[in-house]
């Protein structure tokens, strides 16, 4: 199997829009293989930087294909990676305030107790 993926393996990227295929070099497969190593699905933001700008690389260089494209059926893939897209900055609902018992509170009360 390994071969397999090191001959002709794809990469699928999980996008907003389904699943898409990117067909890598045979050393970004090597690479590949190695950073799938031990799990088959990653999401993007647990890559590091290498990683990632080689994924964002991939994705703007090389059309996608989609599951029914030429011959990516019959293609092994490597690994997948998650492509989510950011969420935006939304605003949380206010915090409940914080009640207390009174001035004494549950420290003064624990000490109280013999």
């Known amino acids: 199997m390994w071969i397999e993926k ?68 019959e293609s092994p893939v490597i690994g997948t990676v998650e492509r989510r897209p950011a969420v935006g900055t939304t605003e949380l609902p206010p915090r409940r305030p914080v009640v207390s018992e009174g001035s004494q509170g549950l420290a003064a009360e624990a000490r109280q107790q013999p």
């Open 6 to 73: 090191l001959a002709g393996g794809v990469v699928r990227v999980q996008t907003p829009i389904g699943p898409r295929y990117v067909m890598p070099s045979f050393s970004q497969r090597v690479y590949l293989l190695w950073m799938f190593r031990n799990f088959p699905i990653l999401p993007h933001a647990v890559l590091n930087s290498r990683q990632q700008r080689m994924v964002d690389q991939l994705c703007s260089e090389q059309r996608f294909e989609s599951m029914a494209g030429d011959g990516v059926d």
